[in-house]
């Protein structure tokens, strides 16, 4: 992708090429924002016009620089293989020296950004001017790490560009911060990400429904919307899990999370099929704590009944759903099992097992009056 084919990030874009064209462009950056609003493709966009053989200029002012798309570098960079463009993430620990058969951590290894970054820095470009390096997950790069990659932040050689990819900026070490030019990603429009999924083929209100649940994050919009299942769709998993929501007794919640855990592992499934690059664990997660969001955002429209809210819900395409799981709980009761909920998601970083983690929280939410004593000591 090129940098004018980027979707509702002009802002930031904007500043990069303000930056640029003033001759002023950083050699080591931060880009923050939420997960999916378009940091990882921008910063591959950017790589790919700075190691461009014949960078085209699209507008004169504002300047607007961007690749060619033709060259050599622009084709090896599109094939995957630019030897000058080094992605780094918490998946390369098993490249590194001790890595080998080492299971992906939740956190960034030292060894990765020693061994791919810090490293590596003093290595000159191989085919054009620039070697550009992005940190992929960089809240998880820790402060021990952060503290050794402090010097090539500070004085990268001329033709070093790094870009450190960042979710939670308060993460961030001052120093860090302070080494780097931070460019923020703001959360994309709820109809331009309507818009895009029709334009995938889906339809108006499932297309709503996951603008409204992906919260302005066009990539986890289209990670969700978009992935084929072999038997169902992730809508269709949706609407299961709120009609189900909606009529649950506590006989059921056992019967439940073992159908929660199912669609979670088939979800992670078809997303492991789409990138092979990232670890299962991962996946996993992100399934389970996607799930775990449904039910989150279903509390949070019976809330918003509750006040007498009633545009905007999230799962519009379901009011009767909300309706009938409104009758079960009052408004104060759905605001405890929405933070019982963050719990559960928690968990599902700490790695606490996944038929625990749903029966905990589905013999709640069965329990309309009663909230079961939820410790994470009790894990
Ligand atoms: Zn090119």
């Excluded at 919640?253 to 078809?270: C, L, Q, Y």
Aim: hydrophobic content about 40%.
């Amino acid at each position: 992708m090129s940098l004018s084919e980027i979707f509702c990030q002009d802002r930031a874009i904007g500043s990069l090429q303000r930056a640029y064209a003033a001759g002023r462009m950083a050699h080591a950056y931060l880009f923050a924002g939420d997960d999916g609003v378009g940091k990882g493709t921008t910063a591959r966009a950017w790589a790919k016009m700075l190691l461009c053989e014949n960078r085209q200029t699209i507008r004169k002012d504002p300047l607007f620089m961007d690749s060619c798309g033709v060259c050599h570098s622009c084709q090896t960079f599109e094939a995957g293989g630019h030897p000058d463009f080094r992605p780094i993430y918490k998946e390369l620990v098993q490249y590194t020296k001790e890595g080998k058969n080492k299971k992906t951590p939740v956190d960034m290894p030292i060894d990765v950004i020693r061994e791919f970054l810090i490293d590596k820095v003093a290595n000159r470009p191989t085919m054009g001017d620039f070697v550009v390096y992005v940190v992929d997950e960089a809240e998880k790069v820790n402060r021990n790490s952060q503290n050794a990659m402090l010097k090539v932040l500070e004085e990268p050689p001329h033709y070093c560009v790094i870009i450190l990819l960042c979710c939670r900026l308060d993460e961030m070490l001052p120093t860090t911060l302070s080494r780097c030019q931070l460019v923020r990603f703001g959360p994309v429009e709820q109809t331009k990400i309507v818009e895009r999924l029709v334009s995938e083929g889906i339809s108006k209100s499932e297309a709503t429904y996951w603008a409204r649940f992906s919260q302005g994050s066009l990539g986890r919009a289209l990670s969700w919307a978009t992935l084929e299942l072999k038997d169902d769709s992730t809508y269709a998993i949706k609407q299961q899990l709120l009609e189900k929501l909606a009529s649950l007794e506590l006989t059921d919640a056992v019967d439940m999370a073992e159908w929660m855990g199912k669609s979670a592992r088939t979800i992670a499934g078809a997303w492991a099929k789409a990138a092979d690059d990232v670890s299962t664990t991962d996946i996993t997660r992100r399934a389970q704590k996607g799930l775990i969001q449904m039910v989150i955002a279903a509390l949070n429209d019976v809330m918003k009944l509750g006040i007498g809210q009633t545009d905007e819900l999230v799962n519009e395409d379901q009011k009767n759903c909300i309706e009938a799981i409104r009758c079960r709980y009052t408004g104060e009761t759905a605001a405890r099992h929405v933070e019982m909920c963050y719990q559960v998601h928690r968990w599902v970083d700490s790695s606490v097992n996944e038929k625990l983690i749903f029966e905990q929280l589905l013999l709640n939410l069965s329990n309309s009056d009663i909230l079961l004593k939820l410790t994470d000591s009790s894990i």
